[in-house]
């Protein structure tokens, strides 16, 4: 099916919402401890069962579905936009599409006039979560690779510029997430089957350093030759079940300073620090149920977690580790977060089950509480900040 | 910025081009202050342009300077699409031929932030603006390797005298791949016993030998022929029919006669005809095809056919009549879906003896139908599955279990739905089966005893389907580039819909070729061009023998067709006036002789230019194929097929479905369709199922 329901079509004109039915204000009950925003925030989200993607606006007046884009080729297969990621000059939304023939595409669009302007680029199977180098220039996406036996997979590395495809480095068993350093020297992806983090360098485009995240196990793993991209590799080599190691990783990301970087153990609730220099486990944080994504505010103070299987967003404060705040989300099955460059808002996407819209919900990086929510399309998962706006 | 003393391309650069660089370092000062950059360096490849041969690798260098012309060592990232060339380690190697450019940067140290541009580039090449970049472009040309070997080849090295005959020639690369497309020159050591032209027909003109030469290259091929003496004093040519309809296939024999009367069979002959229409026909050019003796009109008329060798012709003349088979088809019943789009569908009869139907929407809901009385069809239940998408539905021949095929679930483990149709108004789900399956299972093929489904894009997983309740996978089949929409078993053959890869056959018990469901082994792999195969259907002719597969392409958008129209399948909003245009596909029917499975033969194509098809079904010499915006279109298929069917008017009826409150309002869209006991069903994405009844001949009148 192409179309989002029929209430999320029916406000929409030239791309733009008329109506007010999916503008969310700040919700009273909240209001008392969460200020308006005074500025306007936009973010791209993908709705992976309806073949779109959506663009948010959140600002004084509350929040809204300005405009939403049918994306893919073939209007009678899901094609699935699972991963977006927008160009640090804002100019460009880079989009994945999972499902292909098998394998899915990359896709390029011009903000603005949200046109397609390169793509498809072929990939591997399923590319799902992405990230641009800060120079704009290379492509990183993680080839998930879901489909039938677990096999090794791998991440695409593509030139952003005319988006073709310079090299497939072989990973793992189902990498997931891509996130660059904030050099962009450096990309961060995680094995869900085979516990690892896997440090790739952007550069070179091969693996730098491989760590083990299974639990009790964590730290460098060693290269041997081909054994150390697969099941279960842990440190000195060896390889153990899946079953036994407790992590299930689905996420990692950078700190700003790019001195670490946060891994979400999916099945192990809880979150590894690992430093960057010494390639070694730092801390290790207790969340609530089904860590799934996460990111860091651009000032460093807070690690926003979405809580796959525990419906709801959780915030830690980095200086103490401690967990500062948890709030439920409107619908279940969270997915993405995506930050405000002022640190103030996370912008979540939810994608809810069957015929269920999806959402994007709002929550405010103050009083950790959810301020507003949108629905968007089905299964809404990947999501991307695009810019803010101060009013005058 | 610190520069990291790391170099994989620098090398020390000669004194005379420190004093080039530093004739132009004004310029670069000024570009760099205007871009905002932190530091600038020139990088220098060498060579220039890259060439490098297919499968060869070539060094590439490239110098570091900083903007007084000093050599220094960065860390360079070399890019490059990778289908065409590759770039590791100072070496260029070549994949595909074409030409490419290399992308050079420079990897900055680890630092919270990267320069914009950072590289002075003085002789960009075409496209690239002179100054500041964020890269420097290196081209190149992948070129084919040398061709070592050409081979010419002759059907028979004696030829006749007066005759004409076509030579090929093949040329190899010294790693014994092929030449795609080569160039050849002609030539003959001597033209007037033989001359041979550009395309590669060779003339025979007079007794004696001669050597042909095909250079590819600068390398060449040559075959010896013997011109002979012409040998024959007369040609007869009979018609095998006086009469016939359009769309008729006719073997033609000529009998060449030698000089002592006995039959010459290995004289190349030329066919042709002259068409005389009938005087209310305005026919094309192209009124029929005749190739080697085999003979098939488009257009009623008659037509004289002509075999021709050297000074001897032979004539034979054989009428084409209208092929008249136009028939009058009429609603009968509807089972109406308007809120979402409908898909698949499958028609059976149930173990309690009546007839019922499944239908698969984009909503994740499965319809039951009682269609016993298909004029009034009756919704008995549905079927809520966590997807967003029901693809396929299939019913095992036996009417035991169905199969949903399931997309878009919300824990992406997705897998088929396995229905119990021991009541089949009421069917129940047996089982939800995600082993091997969770990428999306797009289509499936039940069989009594196996479940044949496929795992994404991948391939297919064979499921032993004797407990419905416990299914279990007892084995796959994973083509190599697989690029798998669709499979079908028939005769223990499996037929797997490849998309750009045409069509792979995989025996899975037929017991020719050994394959077994535990076993799958390959049979062939079927393509020829233009084949965009997105499903198919195998069908045994029983009046001549043979075994055709319609394969169905599917193809959106209609990019580089006149018309291109519209993609997106949105309701109309009456508050916005947007949506609500009919969609716009392409791709037509390519119908292959299957009938000696190593050497398949396309013969023949159903294509209405305009439309675009989806899923066919074969029975009794008649296709009834869902043509998505074309509607139902049901076309004779008797006999054997050559040519372009649908201008040798075959097409028996065409229905196209209009709802005014479809899910897109009067936008035909036919999914596929079913013939079942007098009826025949379809499913129509905008207006849910149909069911239509062709009525007899006597019914329409035919002009």
Redesign the interface.
Known sequence: MRGVTARIHSLVVGGVLLGSILMAGPDPALAQTSSAPEADYWVWVGAESDDLIHRIRFGPDGAVMEKQVGVGVNPTETEGPHGLAVSPDGRYLYMTTGHGTPDGMLWKYELGPDTLVAGPTRLGQFPASLDVTPDGLFVFVANFNLHGQHVPSTMSAAYGPELYEIEQIELCVMPHGARASPSGNRIYTVCMMDEQLVEVDAGRFEVARRFSVAEGSEGPIEEHGDHAGHHGAHPGGGVMSHDDLGCSPTWASPHPEGDRVYVACNRGDRILEVDLAGWSLARTFETGRGPYNLEVTPDGRLLVVTLKQGNAVEFIDLASGETVGRSETSTTVVHGVALSPDSRYAFVSVEGVGQEPGKVDIFDLESFQRVADVPVGRQASGIAFWKMEERP | MPIVLRAQSSILVPSLMILTLGLILGVWTASASAQDVEELYRLVPEPAEVVVEVGETTPLEVRSYDMDGNPVEL???F?????GLHVRDGQVLGRQVGEYRI?V?I??????????AAIYVENPPPGMPRGPQ??LEVPVRVVWPAVSQVEVDVADTRIYEGTRTRLRAEAFHGDGTRRQSPDVRWASSDESVAQVDRHGNLEARSVGSVTVTAEVDGTRGSASLEVAPFPARGIELEAPVDEARTGDVLHFQARVQGEDGSEIDDLPLEWGYIFTPHDSVHARGAAATIRDGTFVAEVPGIYTIHAVAGALAARATVEVHPRQVLHRAHEVGRGRVT???S?DFWIFEGVDGRDYAITG????TAYIWDVTDPSAIEKTDSI?V????V?DVKVSPDSRYAVLTR??A?D?VNGAVILDLENPRNPTIATEFTD?????V?NAWPMNDYLYAL?????W?IIDMADIYNPRVVG?YNHPN????DVLVHDGIAYSSE?ENGIVVVDVGNGRWGGSPENPVLVTEVYFPEMLTHTLWPYEQESTGKFYLFATD?L??RVGSPLEGY?????F???????GRP?HTGGYVHIIDFTDPENPEKVARYQMEEYGTHNPWVEDDILYQGYYEGGLRVVDVSGELKGDLRAQGREMVVFKPYDPQGYIANAPMVWGAQPHKGHIFFSD?NSGLWSIRIEPREGRPVF
Request: glycine share 12%; hydrophobic share 25%.
């Open positions: 860390d360079l990232s890019s490059a699409p990778r289908t992308h940067a990897i900055t140290p680890d630092a919270p932030r990267r320069v914009p964020p890269v809120h979402t789009m898909h929407t984009s909503g994740g809520q966590d997807a967003r998408q693809n997309e878009g919300s992406r091997r399956l969770t990428g999306g797009h795992s994404a894009g991948q391939g997983v796959s697989s690029s798998v929409h998309w599917e959106w958008p993609a997106d399948l949105m309701p909003d009456p508050e916005t006036g947007e949506g969609a994405a």
